[in-house]
């Protein structure tokens, strides 16, 4: 099967996508303005479709890999939320204690996709463990369009302290050396951001096209940065000029690369926004940032 990329795509079309997948238009709003790029709602509907993620094509590594193993946890949801969990993954055999790396999500909770970047850093030898946002409302429905609606349900105050519930408990984990650091995707690269003014002892934060923190509280953080945008990602590329301003005027140790012509969410593989070329050199710099920072 031929893999369709964002230029298979009119730029109209995957702004529109843009703003669904963020919560901005329905779907209904999404088809019928797609229907005026497309030509027919048939066409849009095809379209839709293309654009949603496929989990088992982009798969990596099988949930199944001896190399691994993986449970999931449940801790303390602040705020009254009650419980909740995340997927904890880690190399087989394992003797020693591991640095961590705390994996946050993207805007639909810990989907397929999320659970296999967990294991992708398990095998570069670190604890992984990503929390479901949406475990207070049931965990992530199996359903990319149910998913987006449960997250639209969520406090963003409360949840952004799940997260920071999630980052101070990871380091109390038996099998973590108490080392850890921030990796997180679109609404996860928010939070990661949010997480660097919030922990002084996080070793790192990777946003991946992020919305940037408060901007007073960008002074508070102590945590290196290594910071990833998309080229075309207008909406989160606003918000860098003054957030990069606040960093120096902070001396905030943070490497920044804007990869152009790619699309927001252009690291995630399941969908056509993906760009390997991008994400390969993101992720090469990703991994040798934990290394330099949690070895």
Same mark, same amino acid.
């Given at each position: 099967?031929?893999?369709?990329?964002?230029?298979?795509?009119?730029?109209?079309?995957?702004?529109?996508?843009?703003?669904?997948?963020?919560?901005?238009?329905?779907?209904?709003?999404?088809?019928?303005?797609?229907?005026?790029?497309?030509?027919?709602?048939?066409?849009?509907?095809?379209?839709?479709?293309?654009?949603?993620?496929?989990?088992?094509?982009?798969?990596?590594?099988?949930?199944?890999?001896?190399?691994?193993?993986?449970?999931?946890?449940?801790?303390?949801?602040? #705020?009254?939320?009650?419980? /909740?969990?995340?997927? @904890?993954?880690?190399? &087989?055999?394992?003797? !020693? %204690?591991?640095? *961590? $790396?705390?994996?946050?999500?993207?805007?639909?909770?810990?989907?397929?996709?999320?659970?296999?970047?967990?294991?992708?850093?398990?095998?570069?030898?670190?604890?992984?463990?990503?929390?479901?946002?949406?475990?207070?409302?049931?965990?992530?429905?199996?359903?990319?369009?149910?998913?987006?609606?449960?997250?639209?349900?969520?406090?963003?105050?409360?949840?952004? #302290?799940?997260?920071?519930? /999630?980052?101070?408990? @990871?380091?109390?984990? &038996?099998?973590?050396? !108490? %080392?850890?650091? *921030? $990796?997180?995707?679109?609404?996860?690269?928010?939070?990661?951001?949010?997480?660097?003014?919030?922990?002084?002892?996080?070793?790192?934060?990777?946003?991946?096209?992020?919305?940037?923190?408060?901007?007073?509280?960008?002074?508070?953080?102590?945590?290196?940065?290594?910071?990833?945008?998309?080229?075309?990602?207008?909406?989160?590329?606003?918000?860098?000029?003054?957030?990069?301003?606040?960093?120096?005027?902070?001396?905030?140790?943070?490497? &920044?690369?804007?990869?152009?012509?790619?699309?927001?969410?252009?690291?995630?593989?399941?969908?056509?926004?993906?760009?390997?070329?991008?994400?390969?050199?993101?992720?090469?710099?990703?991994?040798?940032?934990?290394?330099?920072?949690?070895?």
């Amino acid at each position: 099967m031929t893999r369709l990329s964002a230029n298979d795509f009119q730029p109209e079309v995957l702004q529109l996508f843009d703003r669904y997948v963020h919560g901005d238009i329905s779907r209904r709003g999404f088809l019928d303005k797609a229907t005026a790029v497309v030509g027919s709602g048939a066409a849009a509907v095809a379209v839709l479709t293309a654009l949603n993620p496929q989990f088992a094509q982009a798969q990596q590594v099988s949930p199944k890999d001896p190399r691994l193993q993986s449970r999931y946890e449940t801790f303390d949801s602040p #705020q009254g939320n009650g419980t /909740a969990r995340g997927y @904890l993954v880690k190399p &087989a055999g394992a003797s !020693a %204690k591991l640095p *961590a $790396v705390l994996v946050i999500h993207e805007n639909r909770g810990l989907n397929p996709h999320i659970e296999d970047i967990a294991r992708r850093l398990a095998l570069q030898g670190y604890l992984a463990f990503a929390p479901d946002a949406l475990s207070t409302l049931g965990g992530y429905p199996g359903d990319e369009d149910k998913a987006r609606a449960l997250f639209a349900k969520l406090d963003p105050v409360k949840t952004a #302290q799940d997260f920071l519930a /999630a980052a101070r408990i @990871l380091p109390t984990f &038996a099998d973590c050396n !108490a %080392k850890v650091a *921030a $990796v997180g995707f679109c609404f996860g690269g928010t939070v990661a951001n949010f997480l660097a003014t919030q922990v002084p002892e996080l070793a790192g934060a990777v946003p991946f096209y992020g919305s940037a923190p408060q901007l007073q509280d960008v002074p508070k953080i102590k945590a290196p940065l290594l910071i990833h945008y998309a080229g075309i990602d207008e909406r989160i590329n606003a918000g860098w000029p003054k957030y990069e301003d606040a960093l120096k005027a902070a001396g905030t140790r943070y490497e &920044a690369f804007i990869y152009p012509n790619v699309q927001h969410g252009f690291h995630n593989d399941t969908t056509p926004r993906f760009d390997t070329e991008a994400a390969k050199l993101a992720w090469q710099r990703t991994l040798a940032f934990l290394q330099t920072h949690l070895a």
